[in-house]
């Protein structure tokens, strides 16, 4: 079956623009999770969703990033006012349970000029 | 807070030859799940194995196998009969028995030598 994929694969921004990273995840699986892939921080958890609600939001770095997700399926990720130090490659992956093996998108890859 | 430490950034092997990947960990936990995942440069992170840390026996997958030491908090990857299809980066992850997100290592990126 189809893997998570996510939208886009590359963006380029302006500092100060708003940006909207899209995941799709496994169908079915019931939890979603957000990362960060950033030269200088790793790999970093941002934010987990069981069905539509957020239980663990404690990764996201600021007041500028938010997530939603609807119908248990397609999540967004907004940032605003995008800095430099937004760039980095955001990971999507899901699960068919919590606790169980999350599967990975190609990530979008957010370049902040 | 949990951490996982890949104390070598990179490494190289022949191919066809075994190779050894390290990583150690600090926990207070008793219950936890460890994972190795492989990036390519298609950046799609895939999950090669996983280990339950109430599990003595070592997880294997193919030529993928682990020597989970718990006491020793150390989790380390070996790739038997390296093939070229397995240059990439590899992360290896913690998730608590109560959490659900993984707390990735540095990274060690393994370069196969024809």
């Known amino acids: 079956g189809a893997g998570v994929s996510q939208s886009p694969s590359n963006k380029v921004t302006e500092k100060g623009k708003d940006v909207e990273l899209r995941c799709d995840p496994i169908?079915?699986?019931?939890?979603l999770y957000w990362y960060r892939q950033s030269l200088g921080q790793g790999l970093e958890f941002l934010i987990y969703?069981?069905?539509?609600?957020?239980?663990?939001k404690s990764g996201l770095p600021s007041d500028r990033f938010s997530a939603e997700r609807t119908g248990g399926s397609v999540s967004t990720l907004t940032i605003q006012r995008t800095q430099q130090e937004d760039s980095a490659v955001y990971l999507c992956?899901?699960?068919?349970?919590?606790?169980?093996?999350?599967?990975f998108g190609p990530g979008t890859r957010l370049t902040v000029t | 807070a949990q951490t996982v430490t890949q104390s070598q950034p990179e490494m190289s092997v022949q191919e066809a030859e075994t190779v050894t990947l390290s990583c150690t960990y600090d926990?207070?936990?008793?219950?936890?799940?460890l994972f190795w995942y492989k990036q390519p440069p298609s950046r799609q992170m895939i999950l090669v194995i996983r280990?339950?840390?109430?599990?003595?026996q070592n997880a294997t997958e193919n030529r993928f196998s682990v020597n989970f030491q718990k006491a020793a908090k150390s989790f380390s990857l070996k790739i038997s009969d390296s093939q070229l299809g397995d240059a990439a980066m590899y992360f290896c992850?913690?998730?608590?028995?109560?959490?659900?997100?993984?707390?990735f290592g540095q990274g060690t990126r393994l370069t196969i030598n024809p």
């Open positions: 926990t207070s936990e008793s219950d936890y799940y």
């Open positions: 992850a913690y998730r608590s028995e109560g959490a659900q997100k993984l707390v």
């Open positions: 969703f069981q069905g539509n609600s957020a239980p663990d």
């Open positions: 169908s079915g699986h019931t939890a």
């Open positions: 280990q339950e840390a109430y599990k003595q």
């Open positions: 992956a899901s699960s068919l349970l919590t606790r169980s093996e999350q599967y």
